[in-house]
């Protein structure tokens, strides 16, 4: 099967390759760059906020938003594009202000709200961190139990969050807290934004198993937070938590990225017949990878085009979600069976061909994050095969 995209489209994808080539870094250089690669977090920053800025500028930073609120505007074969080749030149492209703050902000936000905050998240002027899990409420998230309390014209916060991506970074915070603690759980959350250089908040390295830093614990002791700083209703946090509006959400990226990983592989083993002949059975495994890939992308593409439809995609967008993360696991074993002992070296190592370690660590997290393997196969069994819960 070919695909083709209406010519407006496709003339989109060639303006995107045209300004990455232009604006990255060469390709071996973007490995090291931004989260996870050996930069310091200070210059990975420094990397992402400036390339972004260089979205913001041609309007592309918040492509899919409304272009009443400085977004582009764009259709979901756009915005897939868009996904793909940022993700396929591990471009710095995500922004947790984009995918969550101001989504809920047109949604939800008063004017004020929306005057101060939207412009600088389009601008790339703010980093936003997700402020959800806690040590006893991941995959459960309505069992959070972070507590905000009214006095006055503010809520003082008290509790945990974990696994917060970018939380020693980041200018602000998108916390869910509980502010009913008598409500069934699912009621009673409230949206907040938060200064994450408020008083009372402790931020706490947390250091993966690739020896890299991204995620953080945060305390909260008496964090005192404006009243005019909860989006939406009190209360009703947990339905606004989960809105996304109408973009793009294929998963196309872990395909994207996917391919670049192994079309690194293959040329590796093409230029080094020795891995090869150490274990010929590598030549099955990579094929069977790029079947895969090709099975996911089809999958993504499904999701996209639906929603251009005006579907709405559930067990699709969490098949997709599953497949591409387990798939960036079985990728990384390759990676790890083609290079043998070579495969463990990383960091500018003496004898390493590329850093394949990092990302065989980081692919074991992909099964977890965004959803775990567990939950997205139970949303396609109830929802997808219309199986009873069990």
Request: hydrophobic share 40%; glycine share 12%.
């Given at each position: 099967?070919?695909?083709?995209?209406?010519?407006?489209?496709?003339?989109?994808?060639?303006?995107l390759?045209?300004?990455?080539?232009?604006?990255?870094?060469?390709?071996d250089?973007?490995?090291?760059?931004?989260?996870?690669?050996t930069?310091?977090?200070?210059?990975?920053?420094a990397y992402?906020?400036g390339?972004?800025?260089?979205l913001?500028?041609?309007?592309?930073?918040?492509?899919?938003?409304?272009?009443?609120?400085?977004?582009?505007?764009?259709?979901?074969?756009?915005?897939?594009?868009?996904?793909?080749?940022?993700?396929?030149?591990?471009?710095?492209?995500?922004?947790?202000?984009?995918?969550?703050?101001?989504?809920?902000?047109?949604?939800?936000?008063?004017?004020?709200?929306?005057?101060?905050?939207i412009?600088r998240?389009?601008?790339?002027?703010?980093?936003?961190?997700?402020?959800?899990?806690?040590?006893?409420?991941?995959?459960?998230?309505?069992?959070?139990?972070?507590?905000?309390?009214?006095?006055?014209?503010?809520?003082?916060?008290?509790?945990?969050?974990?696994?917060?991506?970018?939380?020693?970074?980041a200018?602000?915070?998108?916390?869910?807290?509980?502010?009913?603690p008598d409500?069934?759980?699912?009621?009673?959350?409230?949206?907040?934004?938060?200064?994450?250089?408020?008083?009372?908040?402790?931020?706490?390295?947390?250091?993966?198993?690739?020896?890299?830093?991204g995620?953080?614990?945060?305390?909260?002791e008496d964090?005192?937070?404006?009243?005019?700083?909860v989006?939406?209703?009190?209360?009703?946090?947990?339905?606004?938590?989960?809105?996304a509006?109408?973009?793009?959400?294929?998963?196309?990226?872990?395909?994207?990225?996917?391919?670049?990983?192994?079309?690194?592989?293959?040329g590796?083993?093409k230029?080094?017949?020795?891995?090869?002949?150490?274990?010929?059975?590598?030549?099955?495994?990579?094929?069977?990878?790029?079947?895969?890939?090709?099975?996911?992308?089809?999958?993504?593409?499904?999701?996209?085009?639906?929603?251009?439809?005006?579907l709405?995609?559930?067990?699709?967008?969490?098949?997709?979600?599953l497949?591409?993360?387990?798939?960036?696991?079985?990728?990384?074993?390759?990676?790890?069976?083609?290079?043998?002992?070579?495969?463990?070296?990383?960091?500018?190592?003496?004898h390493?061909?590329?850093?394949?370690?990092?990302?065989?660590?980081s692919?074991?997290?992909?099964?977890?994050?965004?959803?775990?393997?567990?939950?997205?196969?139970?949303?396609?069994?109830?929802?997808?095969?219309?199986?009873?819960?069990?």
């Amino acid at each position: 099967m070919k695909f083709s995209y209406d010519a407006d489209v496709e003339g989109f994808r060639q303006e995107l390759r045209a300004f990455i080539a232009a604006e990255l870094p060469p390709e071996d250089e973007r490995e090291i760059r931004g989260e996870g690669g050996t930069q310091s977090n200070a210059e990975a920053y420094a990397y992402t906020m400036g390339f972004q800025k260089k979205l913001a500028a041609r309007g592309w930073l918040a492509m899919a938003w409304p272009k009443e609120y400085g977004g582009g505007g764009a259709s979901h074969m756009r915005q897939l594009v868009y996904n793909e080749e940022m993700a396929y030149n591990a471009a710095p492209a995500g922004n947790m202000g984009i995918a969550w703050v101001g989504p809920s902000l047109m949604l939800y936000g008063t004017d004020e709200q929306k005057q101060r905050f939207i412009p600088r998240i389009t601008g790339a002027d703010d980093w936003w961190c997700t402020l959800y899990s806690e040590p006893g409420a991941g995959s459960d998230l309505a069992a959070l139990q972070t507590r905000a309390v009214r006095d006055g014209d503010d809520y003082v916060i008290n509790g945990q969050k974990i696994w917060t991506s970018g939380g020693h970074l980041a200018d602000w915070g998108w916390l869910a807290a509980r502010t009913d603690p008598d409500a069934p759980k699912h009621k009673g959350i409230t949206m907040f934004m938060l200064d994450m250089k408020s008083p009372g908040i402790t931020v706490r390295p947390l250091i993966n198993m690739a020896n890299r830093h991204g995620f953080n614990e945060v305390f909260f002791e008496d964090v005192r937070v404006p009243a005019k700083q909860v989006v939406g209703e009190v209360n009703r946090g947990w339905y606004h938590m989960a809105v996304a509006l109408d973009f793009e959400r294929s998963g196309i990226q872990a395909y994207a990225g996917g391919r670049k990983r192994v079309e690194r592989l293959v040329g590796i083993a093409k230029s080094n017949p020795a891995l090869v002949g150490q274990r010929p059975s590598i030549r099955t495994e990579l094929a069977d990878r790029m079947v895969e890939l090709n099975v996911g992308t089809i999958l993504a593409y499904r999701v996209a085009t639906m929603q251009a439809k005006g579907l709405v995609p559930n067990y699709e967008a969490s098949t997709s979600k599953l497949f591409g993360s387990e798939m960036g696991q079985r990728i990384a074993l390759t990676g790890m069976h083609l290079l043998g002992l070579a495969g463990e070296l990383r960091d500018g190592t003496a004898h390493q061909v590329i850093d394949q370690a990092t990302p065989y660590l980081s692919s074991v997290s992909g099964t977890i994050a965004a959803g775990t393997s567990e939950i997205q196969r139970g949303i396609i069994a109830t929802r997808g095969l219309g199986l009873p819960r069990g």
